[in-house]
């Protein structure tokens, strides 16, 4: 732990873990209407992103992850903008920790499709330790900062640049995450990948959106692994989405794989629509590495357990959208970020 971090600190986040892995009456709540207000928050997927972080938050993990900064709570206290995403639940939660623990304070623009999530879980923190209160505030347009940790598409990450391009900054871009599939896994590990598929409905940038696959590669057991996720297509924005994208190849006639829940198809993009699934194929783990290397940029994780050396975090089948505290996104730190200002 670093000396400059108050061990409360890390008390008051990890009692917020205990609560947030074992959620019950307003926080329950809350986890049960969230999808009146987005419809792609749906209770299970809202309850899933709430006790991935409360699990994230023990106080072994928060000890452990803070040790490496012992420079971190050392410089006097800064105004830290963060524009937040809100494509799954709770996303932008770890940028609001590092920025509190490591003694900032947090001007926070959340997004519109995650509002109620984060100031109710910021509101319980502040419940546990009194110290944070002040610490924090919801904004509806940055000013005053001395950084920013900005999270946005592509487009909107020209935007950020030129507005905070002068100040110190942190600015993320569309990111995806990659299978790779080297024909020898079994059932239950491809039964595993489903959940990097489908969890959050493929919406995050965790979720896998591509697989790399050997030369003819036999999808059959891929699809049979993953059938006990067909409860997916009853949701109505998904097979939305999965009924337009079907209807485009059909009519286009592309070469595409359909299990009634999922469209497969063959394409170079790192990116696939909703309800989609591309894959490439490679002729050895060599290629393979050399595919992703030159995709090194746009990927978030990959999804293996080829022994492979990759610049991109590297985890196990089922396990891309449960990170550990110390795994950033865009492999950029945002401790040591924060720590330097």
């Not at 732990?1 to 809350?30: D, N, R, T, V, W």
């Not at 020209?158 to 900054?169: A, D, I, N, Q």
């Not at 489908?198 to 891929?222: A, H, Q, T």
């Not at 995709?295 to 991109?312: E, F, G, K, S, Y």
């Amino acid at each position: 732990m670093s000396k400059f971090i108050p061990q409360q600190y890390i008390s008051a986040f990890s009692a917020l873990g205990k609560q947030l892995s074992h959620p019950e009456g307003e926080l329950f709540s809350l986890i049960q209407s969230e999808h009146l207000y987005n419809p792609w928050f749906t209770q299970s997927n809202v309850l899933e992103a709430v006790m991935a972080i409360g699990a994230m938050l023990s106080e072994e993990n928060l000890t452990q992850w803070l040790s490496r900064y012992p420079e971190a709570g050392a410089n006097p206290s800064k105004k830290v903008g963060l524009i937040l995403a809100g494509n799954i639940p709770l996303v932008g939660f770890h940028d609001v920790l590092c920025v509190l623990i490591s003694g900032h304070q947090a001007l926070i623009k959340a997004s519109t499709q995650d509002t109620r999530l984060i100031r109710y879980v910021l509101q319980q923190l502040t419940q546990i330790e009194p110290a944070f209160a002040g610490k924090y505030h919801f904004v509806e347009r940055l000013e005053g900062f001395d950084a920013v940790i900005a999270t946005g598409s592509n487009n909107t990450s020209r935007y950020f640049e030129f507005y905070f391009g002068k100040v110190p900054h942190i600015i993320r871009k569309n990111r995806n995450s990659v299978a790779l599939l080297t024909g020898n896994e079994t059932r239950a590990q491809l039964h595993q990948l489903g959940e990097d598929i489908f969890e959050y409905f493929g919406l995050g940038c965790r979720n896998v959106s591509k697989m790399l696959v050997p030369e003819g590669y036999d999808f059959i057991p891929f699809f049979e692994s993953i059938e006990d996720y067909n409860e997916i297509i009853h949701h109505h924005k998904y097979h939305n989405n999965y009924d337009y994208n079907k209807s485009i190849y059909l009519v286009n006639k592309d070469k595409h794989l359909d299990n009634g829940f999922l469209l497969v198809k063959e394409d170079a993009s790192l990116t696939s629509p909703l309800a989609v699934l591309h894959y490439e194929t490679y002729t050895d783990l060599a290629d393979a590495e050399q595919k992703l290397q030159a995709l090194t940029d746009n990927i978030q994780c990959v999804v293996t357990i080829a022994n492979v050396n990759l610049n991109n975090q590297v985890v196990g089948f089922g396990q891309s959208q449960h990170p550990a505290v110390w795994d950033y996104a865009d492999g950029v730190d945002t401790m040591r970020f924060l720590a330097a200002l």
